[in-house]
Nanobody, 126 residues
Framework: QVQLVESGGGLVQAGGSLRLSCAAS????????MGWFRQAPGKERLFVAA????????YYADSVKGRFTISRDNAKNTVYLQMNSLKPEDTAVYYC???????????????????WGQGTQVTVSS
């Protein structure tokens, strides 16, 4: 069982930065690949970024590539999402999620994830 708690969301102007954190409970955090997804009102939950259990491999949606960076600290049971050059279209609730899947092709799909956080709101004003 893994419990995930996101933090770091807020209101920022376009072009600004935010760093999201996702703290995980449990001793097996390093066994999970971790992902970030986002969901805007009335829209589906979309993949943002993922990172392998070791941190050695990362994956990004085309819409955030070059602006967002996912990282993890297994000693602190925490995964991060550094978001730079934010745009109004990045406005959404951001969720972190954990998966035991070892197949990176699954990381892009919400259905592959076993555990989810409650989400944190990110609002980017123009």
């Amino acid at each position: 069982q893994v419990q995930l708690v996101e933090s770091g969301g807020g209101l920022v102007q376009a072009g600004g930065s935010l760093r999201l954190s996702c703290a995980a409970s449990g001793r097996t955090f390093s066994s999970y690949a971790m992902g970030w997804f986002r969901q805007a009102p009335g829209k589906e939950r979309l993949f943002v970024a993922a990172i392998s259990w070791s941190g050695g491999s990362t994956y990004y949606a085309d819409s955030v590539k070059g602006r967002f960076t996912i990282s993890r600290d297994n000693a602190k049971n925490t995964v991060y999402l550094q978001m730079n050059s934010l745009k109004p279209e990045d406005t959404a609730v951001y969720y972190c999620a954990a998966t035991l899947s070892g197949y990176s092709g699954n990381y892009y799909y919400p259905s592959a994830y076993n555990y989810w956080g409650q989400g944190t709101q990110v609002t980017v004003s123009s």
